[in-house]
């Protein structure tokens, strides 16, 4: 029997693998995340035959417990998966990921509590004696690594809906969570050597706030990489509880979606100019990261009639999309106005930036929902060169991604970030709800440039009236 779970288990790594790959590309994304989900219900199935479920006298306590937290969890999913909208769709990723963060923690406090009780009864020496030095360190290293997961998930869940605004927690935060790490790692050394529970509880205590701690200063602007590196956190700690508890399905799985979560963080902080490290401490976004660039001129004010005309006479236009237009769902009005300058002989493009919205590949997602075709949109690396042929770049609800302080203003804490050069197409228009700074608190010089015309307005709302604008030409 061990040899036939063992086997399903591989089955399903394989699957988790293929989905992953299917999900690098938007057109295979949908086959492989069922390929993914069809290889998790199969390892599911396979682990309701291992022993430690079949061959225990509690078996049907365990049978009913564990049915009744897969209906539960699966339940719950499913309800708020088909009633999420798509501007929640990175807190409710945060959510889950903080979910899998726990979950890793949780197995191995189960495997901890174990071993020291067997140490309290003389059944061991110590907590490697009980499980093995190996499988005792890795479990150690899974337990903070899922723990920090889950705190700061939670957090990153809590400041993407609204419910934390703030950036600090405490005067001094960085020296306090300097202060709070170093006693962590302590007590993740104290926890091999302990031989009863106090030590493993302040551990789990103060892990869980180093998590809430070092995840309250990251600015809006850095949530993107702070969800990517957290699920690489979840993934690397489910990894290695996967060998504490001999499970090859959770190993695999948990060293695929660390390393793709690991290689996805290093991306955005390169699409960023900045190291991980400058995304913890920094603070965009934040009050204390923010630049005050005082007034730069005056913002001039489009009609959106004006800006139709503008857009169906045009040989090209690129559409940047940013948070702005998913907060308006205005993918939709976006899409149907791509296709009314198609139909006028415009050539139109939508530009990508790698931190645009509030989650890795969020504007892909919006603009896939909406009906865009692949081979219209087009990664920064792709379309920066057409801009200087660009008729008229419509930017709906980007700030940062267009911001030209991060080429040229040294003093922006942006300075360095590869942004989409809107500033070189010949007219810029920008849909905007109003004349402030945009979620990273930066001013953006783009509005205030001699090129640049603010359409002000709900985004959907704006959409629609370009629709009306372009159908009466």
Request: no cysteine; net charge negative; glycine share 10%.
């Given at each position: 029997?061990?040899?036939?779970?063992?086997?399903?288990?591989?089955?399903?790594?394989?699957?988790?693998?293929?989905g992953?790959?299917?999900?690098?590309?938007?057109?295979?994304?949908?086959?492989?995340?069922?390929w993914?989900g069809?290889?998790?219900?199969?390892?599911?199935?396979?682990?309701?035959?291992?022993?430690?479920?079949?061959?225990?006298?509690?078996?049907n306590?365990?049978?009913?417990?564990?049915?009744?937290?897969?209906?539960?969890?699966?339940?719950?999913?499913w309800?708020?998966?088909?009633?999420?909208?798509?501007?929640?769709?990175?807190?409710?990723?945060?959510?889950?990921?903080?979910?899998?963060?726990?979950?890793?923690?949780?197995?191995?406090?189960?495997?901890?509590?174990?071993?020291?009780?067997?140490?309290?009864?003389?059944?061991?020496?110590?907590?490697?004696?009980?499980?093995?030095?190996?499988?005792?360190?890795?479990g150690?290293?899974?337990?903070?690594?899922?723990?920090i997961?889950?705190?700061?998930?939670?957090?990153?869940?809590?400041?993407?809906?609204?419910?934390?605004?703030?950036?600090r927690?405490?005067?001094?935060?960085?020296?306090?969570?300097?202060?709070?790490?170093l006693a962590?790692?302590?007590?993740?050394?104290?926890?091999?050597?302990?031989?009863?529970?106090?030590?493993?509880?302040?551990?789990?205590?103060?892990?869980?706030?180093?998590?809430?701690?070092?995840?309250?200063?990251?600015?809006?602007?850095?949530?993107?990489?702070?969800?990517?590196?957290?699920?690489?956190?979840?993934?690397?700690?489910?990894?290695?509880?996967?060998?504490?508890?001999?499970?090859a399905?959770?190993?695999?799985?948990?060293?695929?979606?660390?390393?793709?979560?690991?290689l996805?963080?290093?991306?955005?902080?390169v699409?960023?100019?900045?190291?991980?490290?400058?995304?913890?401490?920094?603070?965009?976004?934040?009050?204390?990261?923010?630049?005050?660039?005082?007034?730069?001129?005056?913002m001039?004010?489009?009609?959106?009639?004006?800006?139709?005309?503008?857009?169906?006479?045009?040989?090209?236009?690129?559409?940047?999309?940013?948070?702005?237009?998913?907060?308006?769902?205005?993918?939709?009005?976006i899409?149907?106005?791509?296709?009314?300058?198609?139909?006028?002989?415009?050539s139109?493009?939508?530009?990508?930036?790698?931190?645009?919205?509030?989650?890795?590949?969020?504007?892909?997602?919006?603009?896939?929902?909406?009906?865009?075709p692949?081979?219209?949109?087009?990664d920064?690396?792709?379309?920066?060169?057409?801009?200087?042929?660009?008729t008229?770049?419509l930017?709906?609800?980007?700030?940062?991604?267009?911001?030209?302080?991060?080429?040229?203003?040294t003093?922006?804490?942006?300075?360095?970030?590869?942004?989409?050069?809107?500033?070189?197409?010949?007219?810029?228009?920008?849909?905007?709800?109003?004349?402030?700074?945009?979620?990273?608190?930066?001013e953006?010089?783009?509005?205030?440039?001699?090129?640049?015309?603010?359409?002000?307005?709900?985004?959907?709302k704006?959409?629609?009236e370009?629709?009306?604008a372009?159908?009466?030409?």
């Amino acid at each position: 029997m061990e040899l036939f779970i063992q086997i399903f288990y591989f089955v399903a790594a394989v699957l988790f693998i293929l989905g992953l790959k299917q999900m690098s590309s938007p057109v295979t994304a949908r086959r492989g995340i069922i390929w993914a989900g069809v290889g998790m219900v199969l390892a599911t199935l396979v682990t309701f035959l291992a022993p430690e479920i079949t061959d225990t006298g509690q078996a049907n306590t365990n049978l009913v417990l564990i049915i009744l937290a897969i209906a539960l969890g699966g339940g719950y999913a499913w309800w708020s998966g088909k009633r999420v909208a798509m501007t929640d769709m990175p807190q409710m990723i945060a959510m889950y990921n903080g979910m899998g963060g726990g979950a890793a923690a949780t197995i191995a406090a189960v495997e901890l509590l174990k071993a020291t009780g067997e140490v309290e009864h003389g059944l061991a020496s110590s907590v490697p004696d009980a499980l093995g030095a190996d499988v005792a360190i890795l479990g150690i290293l899974g337990a903070i690594i899922g723990t920090i997961s889950f705190s700061g998930s939670i957090i990153a869940w809590a400041k993407l809906d609204g419910r934390l605004n703030r950036s600090r927690l405490l005067p001094g935060q960085h020296l306090i969570n300097a202060a709070v790490a170093l006693a962590t790692l302590a007590f993740t050394v104290a926890i091999y050597f302990a031989t009863d529970l106090t030590p493993i509880i302040i551990f789990y205590v103060l892990a869980l706030v180093l998590g809430i701690f070092i995840t309250v200063p990251v600015g809006g602007a850095d949530m993107p990489v702070i969800i990517s590196l957290f699920n690489a956190l979840t993934g690397l700690a489910v990894g290695f509880e996967g060998y504490v508890l001999g499970n090859a399905a959770m190993i695999i799985a948990g060293i695929v979606v660390g390393s793709a979560g690991s290689l996805l963080t290093h991306l955005m902080a390169v699409a960023m100019n900045r190291s991980v490290a400058n995304v913890f401490f920094a603070g965009v976004g934040t009050d204390s990261g923010a630049a005050a660039t005082g007034e730069q001129g005056e913002m001039k004010e489009i009609k959106a009639q004006d800006a139709g005309i503008l857009m169906a006479f045009a040989d090209q236009v690129v559409i940047i999309p940013g948070y702005g237009m998913a907060v308006a769902q205005a993918q939709h009005k976006i899409w149907e106005l791509t296709q009314l300058l198609t139909d006028k002989g415009v050539s139109v493009k939508f530009a990508i930036h790698p931190v645009a919205g509030r989650m890795p590949g969020h504007m892909n997602v919006l603009l896939a929902e909406a009906g865009v075709p692949y081979d219209m949109i087009y990664d920064m690396e792709d379309i920066n060169a057409d801009f200087k042929k660009t008729t008229v770049s419509l930017v709906i609800g980007a700030n940062d991604v267009v911001n030209p302080s991060a080429k040229n203003d040294t003093s922006s804490p942006l300075y360095g970030m590869p942004i989409l050069n809107a500033m070189d197409s010949a007219n810029v228009i920008v849909i905007k709800r109003g004349r402030g700074a945009g979620f990273s608190g930066v001013e953006n010089p783009l509005f205030f440039a001699d090129n640049t015309r603010m359409l002000f307005g709900d985004g959907q709302k704006a959409a629609n009236e370009l629709i009306h604008a372009v159908k009466e030409l």
